[in-house]
């Protein structure tokens, strides 16, 4: 499956953006999906997982902010991101488990500030 993510950009602190992941084929019995995010000189960290039963689950830092959903029909998944701050600034990658495999989409910028 190929993922290219969409959406990112520049936000002052308290803002909001959505991000969109879109795949090159059916989502639907894809069980796991979501989003990591990556710093310059850190390791990427899952923020986000969404599975298709609708179960959901954050990073600490994120809870009660972001929102990860999915449209089966549109093949997509996205990321809602609120009142958002400069720590969340890092480049934005939606991911797709398949079996024991991990597939990245490549990244998106966000950068929160003022």
């Known amino acids: 499956v190929q993922l290219q993510a969409s959406g990112g950009g520049l936000v002052q602190p308290g803002g909001s953006l959505r991000l969109s992941c879109a795949a090159s084929?059916?989502?639907?019995?894809?069980?796991?999906m979501g989003w990591g995010r990556q710093v310059p000189g850190k390791q990427r960290e899952l923020v986000a997982i969404?599975?298709?039963?609708?179960?959901?689950h954050y990073v600490d830092s994120v809870k009660g902010r972001f929102t990860v959903s999915r449209d089966v029909a549109k093949n997509t998944i996205y990321l809602q991101m609120n009142n958002l701050n400069p720590e969340d600034t890092a480049v934005y990658y939606c991911?797709?488990?398949?079996?024991?495999?991990?597939?990245w989409g490549q990244g998106t910028q966000v950068t929160v500030s003022s």
């Open positions: 084929r059916s989502i639907f019995n894809i069980n796991t």
């Open positions: 969404g599975a298709s039963g609708g179960t959901t």
């Open positions: 991911y797709a488990r398949i079996d024991e495999s991990l597939y």
